[in-house]
């Protein structure tokens, strides 16, 4: 008889067990007898059988989404963060969200940005590419948020992409904080997102946290007046004052257009 142990992805201290029957059984009544294990020994058992590119349905031409080199256990994190479910995708970043706070999350790692970048782009990206429609917002928000806390060129990457296409305010939002609190000043690619944000959410839609948010970034890092763009979203700013968003709004409005109009010396 041979025992294989797989571990719970869940943290549970009790292994499941499979138990093969093998030997001097009759060819008819040899058989496989299953011990609760909760779904995980089938979703490895899946990775470890199916072909790798197999788990994957971005478009392998894209020349900034390459499959990354990835153990077992990463294996089986990305498989259940593809899932159409979103409380499994929610146990996956909790699980990365808990690594970062160890310290076991660097912004060079590949595997950690591979999972990070599917769940914040799935479901609005031809980057990730689904046989069925997915909309998990929440899922993209917290996606977003640890982007921002992980840092690197390549998570700021995936953070301008959600500036230009998510459609969902709160998503966008997390995105801009998450820049926000990065060191480093804005580039010319965030601020035409920021301008995308603008002109296709915040005065057309009235969305007044959307417009908080971007507010509060250009209030933390102000644009130079020969910055590119700059006088296109001063344009966009400007006409915040007159429409009707909340007096938040409209007083971080005037805040960010006197930075503009007399811009803090060094």
């Given amino acids: 008889m041979i025992r294989f142990k797989c571990p719970l992805v869940g943290g549970s201290k009790e292994p499941g067990i499979t138990t093969f029957m093998v030997g001097t ?38 020349s900034d989404w390459v499959v990354p080199p990835m153990n077992q256990g990463d294996l089986l994190l990305f498989k259940q963060a593809s899932l159409p479910n979103q409380s499994m995708k929610l146990e996956v970043l ?48 917290k996606a977003a ?26 998503v966008v939002a997390e995105a801009m904080h998450a820049l926000r609190r990065s060191p480093l000043p804005l580039t010319p690619e965030e601020v035409s997102g920021l301008l995308a944000v603008f002109s296709h959410q915040v005065l057309p839609k009235l969305e007044a946290n959307l417009a908080y948010a971007a507010l509060l970034l250009l209030k933390d890092k102000p644009l130079g007046a020969g910055s590119p763009f700059a006088s296109e979203l001063f344009s966009y ?23 503009w109009v007399y811009p803090k010396k060094d």
């Fill in 145 to 170: 948020y640890l982007l921002g806390a992980l840092g690197g060129l390549e998570a700021r990457a995936i953070l301008r992409r959600i500036l230009l296409q998510d459609p969902e305010p709160m």
């Fill in 237 to 259: 700013v400007l006409a915040i004052p007159d429409l009707p968003f909340p007096n938040e709004v409209k007083a971080l409005a005037w805040e960010v257009i006197r930075l």
């Fill in 94 to 141: 909790s699980e990365l969200t808990e690594r970062w706070k160890r310290g076991e999350l660097s912004p060079q790692d590949r595997s950690y940005l591979f999972i990070l970048q599917w769940l914040a782009e799935e479901g609005v990206s031809n980057r990730v590419r689904t046989t069925e429609p997915r909309n998990f917002p929440e899922v993209r928000r």
């Fill in 25 to 62: 059984v009759p060819r008819e009544t040899k058989k496989i007898q299953w011990y609760p294990m909760q779904g995980v020994f089938l979703l490895g058992l899946c990775i470890l059988v199916a072909p790798v590119g197999s788990l994957y349905s971005q478009d392998r031409s894209t």
